[in-house]
């Protein structure tokens, strides 16, 4: 994809999730219901995925992923200085960082989307049974398939980003202009993001187990299991 197609998807995603956050914001109840989902799935994820997470190799990257794209904290400020820096990252990173940072934010989207309408069915209090009631209900299986291909997408360019010449050192360079900007939390998510998967010995065995491990998740919700999230 041409940079200026990606910079166009950018755009609009980042506007897309600025809207999920900001309706949040103005709605007290939304954002309380919001906060509690993101800090359900968090843990969730975490039991799941907890071999991931105590691996030396792949506890790092498992840490991003779960504090970065699944995490409770706000990151509006994070999403406000990606849009600022645009024009920047357009021209001094190569057409594969940018699409790495487009699906990120492409996923972002999608996950804001879905945990909003889900927030909205469950409130601020809920049990796994009605997380999965509302899983089946209020979002479609093919926004949830979306999801995860998405995740496995973004992961795999991830596992080939690392491979770009020269990139460490252009991240590099960025970090004193960024700070100065104003932009520290934006290069510290790049360069998390970046250097937890260039230190993995075993990337594209991560990305593929937290993928089949979700989707057995998936089945098991939409099978109405009554324990979805044991997989044995």
Known sequence: M??????HTLELQLAAVKAERQAAQSDPALLAARTALKQYQSARLARTHADLLADPDSGPAAQFFLRELYGSADPSQR?????????TMRRVLPPHALQTITQAIVLDALSERLDTAMARALGPKFDDAAYAS????????????SQLTLIKALGDSLCELVKVP??????????????????????RFLETGFTTFKRMRRAGDFVL???????????NLYAERPRPFELG
């Open 166 to 187: 020269f990139l460490t050192a252009t991240l590099g360079i960025m970090r004193g202009p960024a700070r100065l900007a104003g932009l520290g939390d934006l290069q």
């Open 209 to 219: 187990i937290i993928v089949e491990r979700e989707r057995r998740v998936l089945e």
């Open 2 to 7: 041409r940079k200026e197609d990606l910079v």
């Open 79 to 87: 999403d406000a200085d990606l849009g600022r820096i645009i024009p």
């Open 134 to 145: 509302a899983y089946r209900t209020v979002t479609l299986r093919a926004e949830r398939e």
